[in-house]
């Protein structure tokens, strides 16, 4: 892997370093009260930079509401790690605002040994992560292996797995939000929407790159499954008020639907959602047999 950042404008490199020392800091409050050895021992091996700012190919695009995120990939000496409770105040104090972090900041977190099985797996994913990346932060001794070949027929398999798996799960909450919308419960109605499309989300990007993280967040699932195919845009219109407030409205359900009782959504707000959600489907079907069919020529190449 690379470890320098010359490509990027100064500020942007400035901006990475001061991210990796946040990232530290909330890591090292979050284990300081515990007791278990292999959690107040706990290790940081590695923070690598992936994705399109690595590569490049950032997008900042104030017209168009878009702006790539910092893909960070944190690895960590112990699988217990990787819960969200050791993540949740790096996320909060990396997101954008006033002070030194303007860019989007996206952190994955996986123990060493996950990340090694899944290069001795060939998974794509991480092997690109490896080809592309770069070290932000690393420990003398934490080694990563090297990617093993991948046979096309396994990742034609896996991915026909994936396809069937979450297309079925997300056709099922599709189905469960028309039944709560007839009875009118808006509220269940608007969280199954969301399961829906998380799902859909999910498939896409098991399907592209046999890899999805443990992730609810529609937002974030949103502008990673876009990054990688920009059609899937089109399901989300972003140029009003109401399409936006739809949008959020949906994001927020996955918790306040069923916990808050100040959660409201209108008749019309959820029918748009509805509607948008039947044309994610149709986008995610085109991406991942597209894909699918990208998977069965090499397969047939290879026998």
């Known amino acids: 892997m690379k470890k320098s950042l010359d490509h990027l404008p100064l500020r942007k490199q400035s901006e990475l370093r001061h991210v990796v020392d946040v990232i530290k800091a909330a890591f090292e409050e979050a284990i300081s ?3 278990a050895a292999r959690l107040k021992n706990g290790k ?7 994705g399109s700012y690595a590569r490049g190919d950032w997008v900042h695009d104030p017209v168009g509401r878009y702006f790539s995120d910092f893909d960070l990939l944190v690895v960590v000496d112990h699988e217990d790690l990787t819960d969200g409770e050791f993540w949740h105040d790096a996320e909060n104090r990396t997101m954008p605002g006033e002070g030194e972090i303007r860019t989007p900041v996206s952190i994955i977190v996986h123990s060493l040994d996950d ?3 899944q290069l001795d797996r ?3 994913f991480f092997a690109d992560i490896l080809r592309e990346g770069i070290v932000l932060l690393d420990t003398p001794g934490a080694k990563l292996h090297k990617p093993a070949d991948l ?3 396994v990742a034609l398999a896996e991915a026909e797995d994936f396809f069937t798996e ?3 799960s997300s056709k099922e909450f599709q189905a469960g939000a028309q039944f709560y919308a007839e009875r009118e419960n808006n509220k269940l109605a608007a969280f199954s929407l969301h399961q829906a499309s998380e799902h859909l989300y999910h498939c896409i990007l098991l399907v592209v790159t046999l890899y999805s993280g443990k992730a609810h967040n529609l937002a974030f699932l949103r502008k990673k499954a ?5 059609r899937l845009a089109e399901a989300w219109p972003r140029e009003t008020k109401f ?3 739809c949008f959020e409205l949906l994001r927020e359900a996955y918790v306040k639907a069923r916990y808050s009782k100040h959660y409201k959504i209108s008749d019309e707000e959820l029918a748009w959602l509805t509607e948008r959600v039947a044309v994610l489907r149709g986008l995610t079907k085109t991406v991942c047999e597209e894909r699918l069919l990208t998977l069965r020529e090499r397969a047939e190449a290879s026998e």
């Open 33 to 35: 009260t515990r007791r």
């Open 44 to 50: 940081i091996l590695k923070i690598i930079l992936y």
């Open 115 to 117: 990340v090694n099985e």
């Open 122 to 124: 060939g998974r794509y």
């Open 151 to 153: 046979k096309a027929q």
């Open 166 to 168: 979450w297309m079925g």
């Open 226 to 230: 876009e990054a990688i195919d920009t």
């Open 243 to 245: 399409e936006r407030r």
